[in-house]
């Protein structure tokens, strides 16, 4: 009978979001990046690090669709490998946020008291400082690379979704199948797991998918402030970083990888808010 309704409330959640117009653009819009950035090697024209001072800032042609950079590379292969990348921020850093987030969130909110107190006190003290400032911050300390950015993006976002999962934990920790579980002796970390955990998923996917777009977003931040990537690759916050002074005389040098991001981050916002309206009961 679980099963049935289970399956029952896919379908109507799927079919939710077939019907929403945010969903199919938001879903169209990251299925094109995720396709540029698997035959990025059959989509790209050239090396994306190959310099040739000679093509140095030329505009758009059959040899280079959209110019080249300040050092001769090819603007269009350059976001189209850059596309790989800020994927991998975008998921990588999702995946550590939410997996620190679910184990606070979930501790806080199950055993409350003083380590309830603690744990948010530590997040409310996070939340207080904008992200990108202090992931600029953590990346100060532990040294500019892209890794150390994809680290600083997943400890900035840890506090979003423990107080997402904790929220979600104290409505469900009070249901009649928790008490249930307690009084027939399950242990409480598989009443956390197999019965508060699951219950708790619709409010992280929807955060999850809005995460990914919000870590690509700082990531390239980062990047364009000169802490994230190094300067050479083929990252668009490290193209608008390197480019911004050809700005007046090669346009697209810094238009393109802008547009890649803005782009790529409505997608995943998109999604987000539509995955939002279908997982919501109360919006019809």
């Known amino acids: 009978m679980m099963n049935a ?72 292969s350059r976001v189209v490998y850059g596309t790989r990348i800020s994927l991998k921020v975008g998921l990588i850093a999702m995946s550590f946020s939410i997996g620190f987030g679910i184990l606070f969130g979930a501790i806080a909110g199950y055993y409350g008291g003083r380590l309830d107190n603690l744990i948010m006190r530590v997040m409310d003290m996070m939340l207080a400082m904008p992200s990108i400032l202090l992931a600029m911050v953590i990346v100060t300390i532990l040294g500019q690379s892209l890794t150390n950015a994809i680290i600083a993006v997943s400890i900035v976002y840890i506090p979003q979704y423990a107080r997402i999962l904790r929220a979600a934990v104290l409505k469900v920790r009070a249901l009649d199948y928790v008490v249930a579980a307690k009084v027939i002796g399950a242990s409480n970390s598989r009443i956390l797991l197999t019965t508060v955990l699951p219950n708790c998923i619709a409010p992280l996917i929807v955060q999850a998918t809005l995460g990914i777009g919000a870590a690509i977003l700082d990531a390239a ?44 981050v409505l997608g995943f916002n998109l999604l987000g808010d539509a995955l939002r309206d279908a997982l919501d009961p109360q919006i019809d």
């Not at 309704?5 to 939710?16: C, D, G, I, M, P």
């Not at 979001?17 to 945010?22: F, I």
């Not at 090396?47 to 269009?76: C, M, Q």
């Not at 346009?251 to 802008?258: D, E, K, N, Q, W």
């Open 5 to 76: 309704t289970a399956v029952t409330s896919q379908q109507y959640v799927l079919r939710k979001l077939l019907r929403h117009r945010s969903a199919t653009i938001g879903a169209s819009i990251i299925l094109f990046f995720i396709i540029v950035a698997i035959f990025a090697p059959l989509i790209a024209t050239h090396d994306p690090r190959h310099a040739n001072i000679a093509e140095r800032l030329k505009g758009w042609s059959g040899t280079y669709y959209l110019g080249t950079d300040g050092v001769g590379r090819d603007i269009f």
């Open 221 to 264: 931040g980062l990047s364009f402030l000169g802490l994230g990537a190094e300067i050479g690759e083929p990252e668009w916050g490290a193209m608008l970083n390197e480019n911004r002074k050809f700005i007046r005389r090669a346009p697209l040098t810094v238009t393109a990888p802008g547009i890649a991001i803005f782009l790529i």
